[in-house]
């Protein structure tokens, strides 16, 4: 038995999807200038968002593992590739940074009307397709610095799953207490500057 994995029906990918674009949109990750903010550490919205949804899904996947509701094993884990993945996510965050959105995020602003989006989507579509095209010539590279199959990172640094659990939580907490502080900062130097336009 491996629930919730099990019920992957259309219908249940459907629903998901649709609740997954509900909270990204309410959480207002449907807007660019949210990303571009956490890049310039005005608006830890993103990592709040993103950090809470990590910590909830790793907690509750070793929750259901301990109650036999799931099968860690049964789990598919990409093997790790360290170029590919250093090099893709340089890629993918100055794309992020750029255009202020990621997928998920552009999907959910198209479908709120914004046509920005729609460009941003061309993008990754056209990059899709020279990815696909020059796939075997950047085959090697891609390949190269292979980690261990299928290997978490508890087993990676040789350690129990709950200490790499209480390190996720740990980081959330110091993220979510530095956030505050920078964004009361910046609020604080906004609302001089409004106090001193008036004047």
Known sequence: ??????YSS???????GFFFGYFLEASGLGSPRKLNAQFTFKDWSV??????????????LYLFNLLGWLEFDKLHVPTTFFWAMAIGGALLGT???????????????LFTGR??????MMGMLIGVFLFAILFDTILPLYTA???PES????????????????????????GFFLGAKIESKHNSVIQAQD???RD
Request: charged content about 10%; glycine content about 12%; overall charge negative.
């Open 1 to 6: 038995m491996n629930f919730p994995l099990e």
């Open 10 to 16: 259309g219908v249940m990918i459907i629903i998901g």
């Open 47 to 60: 990592f709040k968002v993103m950090f809470v949804a990590i910590v909830v899904a790793a907690v509750g």
């Open 95 to 109: 794309g992020l940074s750029v255009g202020g959105y990621c997928p998920g995020t552009s999907i959910v602003a």
């Open 115 to 120: 046509i920005d989006a729609l460009l941003f």
């Open 145 to 147: 610095a292979k980690g």
């Open 151 to 174: 290997q978490t990172l508890a087993q990676l640094l040789d350690v129990q799953t709950w200490v790499i659990l209480a390190g996720l939580i740990v980081i959330a907490a110091l």
């Open 195 to 197: 106090l001193d336009s």
